[in-house]
């Protein structure tokens, strides 16, 4: 397959060697799988596993978990060969999902977050160890892996075109939501019940309004920290290894297949 020119800002962190940013990202790829798992366990111990996929909580970890697996995947070969194949040989459409992926685990966990905790949680929700613990590895811990990314490593701001990403998926959970009233006899988040459209009408307008306002703190937070960095001498540094120059222009080529 013929080889483009990389762009490594996927694999590489202004504040951490590439082996340190590996691991970060195994590390929480690995928590993320086994909060999925233990929580699996428990709604089956429960007799409700068929609900498992029926909450956004889970989905969107879900879908954080595959960023962080695929993105530590990168990040180690890049540890070991000095190479990032999602940018430098693996198909274009791979790139171009994988940066889609991005938009969206950067912006839906701070939804789900910032919902859960403000209108959701109930004191039943953190009566006993258990809960507390499920509750802050998926409620916390996602926007905490999701700050890591955007602050602490060289990814670039998703461009305005991606901002349809996190919408669409809001949008088709609706989807899922009433096909679980429909199959399973109850709605996942009470504010979707269409008897109290008043609720509706406030609360579906309003995260739609949340995910728009996230992706641009996102998508500027992003290009600022990027400035900021810019240059640094650090050999994993700046937005690229120094390299005569030659990497600002593999970062332009790559510029270009994102938008």
């Not at 996929?53 to 990168?74: D, E, K, N, P, R």
């Not at 613990?133 to 998926?138: G, P, Q």
């Not at 979707?192 to 937070?221: N, Q, S």
């Amino acid at each position: 397959m013929r080889q483009r020119n990389q762009d490594l800002s996927l694999v590489t962190s202004w504040a951490f060697s590439p082996i340190a940013l590996a691991s970060f990202r195994s590390l929480f790829g690995i928590y993320g799988l086994l909060t999925l798992i233990l929580n699996l366990a428990g709604q089956i111990r429960n007799g409700g596993a068929e609900s498992f996929l029926s909450y956004l909580s889970c989905l969107q970890l879900i879908g954080l978990t595959s960023y962080l697996t695929s993105s530590a995947v990168q990040s180690w070969f890049y540890v070991l060969k000095e190479t990032c194949p999602l940018t430098s040989s693996w198909p274009l459409l791979l790139l171009r999902l994988h940066y889609v992926l991005l938009a969206t685990v950067l912006v839906i966990p701070f939804v789900v977050t910032v919902t859960y905790w403000t209108i959701l949680v109930t004191p039943e929700k953190l009566d006993n160890t258990e809960k507390v613990w499920k509750n802050v590895s998926v409620h916390v811990c996602n926007s905490v892996y999701v700050v890591f990314e955007i602050f602490l490593t060289n990814i670039p701001p998703p461009p305005w075109l991606h901002l349809f990403a996190p919408l669409a998926c809001l949008s088709m959970y609706l989807g899922v939501a009433y096909i679980t009233h429909a199959t399973q006899g109850f709605y996942t988040y009470p504010f979707l019940d269409p008897t109290h459209p008043k609720k509706l009408a406030i609360f579906i307008p309003c995260i739609g309004a949340a995910t728009i306002i996230a992706f641009i703190f996102v998508k500027y937070i992003i290009t600022y920290r990027r400035h900021l960095v810019r240059g640094s001498s650090r050999e994993w540094g700046g937005d690229l290894p120094v390299d005569n120059g030659q990497n600002a222009r593999e970062l332009n080529d790559v510029e270009a297949l994102r938008t």
